[in-house]
Nanobody
Framework: QVQLVESGGGLVQAGGSLRLSCAAS????????MGWFRQAPGKEREFVAA????????YYADSVKGRFTISRDNAKNTMYVQMNSLKPEDTAVYYC?????????????????WGQGTQVTVSS
């Protein structure tokens, strides 16, 4: 079992940057594959990025590739996403998620553990 808590959301102007953090409980954080998802009002929750626990390999949605960078610090049990060149269409509640295997996935149904989410609002 792992518990996840997101932080770092807020209001930013288009073109600005934010860094979200996801703090995880548990002594086996390093073995979990972690992901970021987001959900805008009236839309389904969508994949943003993921990072493998074993290899550190990363995977991004096309919509954020080149603007967002996912990373993790296993010593701190924390995952991050650095979001640059933000656009109004990035406005959403951002969720971190975890699964206890090394296989990167963009499918939210494969992640059993979720945080409560943090709001990101990008103004034009």
């Amino acid at each position: 079992q792992v518990q996840l808590v997101e932080s770092g959301g807020g209001l930013v102007q288009a073109g600005g940057s934010l860094r979200l953090s996801c703090a995880a409980s548990g002594r086996t954080f390093g073995t979990y594959t972690m992901g970021w998802f987001r959900q805008a009002p009236g839309k389904e929750r969508e994949f943003v990025a993921a990072v493998s626990g074993w290899t550190g390999s990363t995977y991004y949605a096309d919509s954020v590739k080149g603007r967002f960078t996912i990373s993790r610090d296993n010593a701190k049990n924390t995952m991050y996403v650095q979001m640059n060149s933000l656009k109004p269409e990035d406005t959403a509640v951002y969720y971190c998620a975890a699964k206890n295997d090394p296989y990167i996935s963009r499918r939210r149904t494969e992640f059993p553990y979720w945080g409560q989410g943090t709001q990101v609002t990008v103004s034009s």
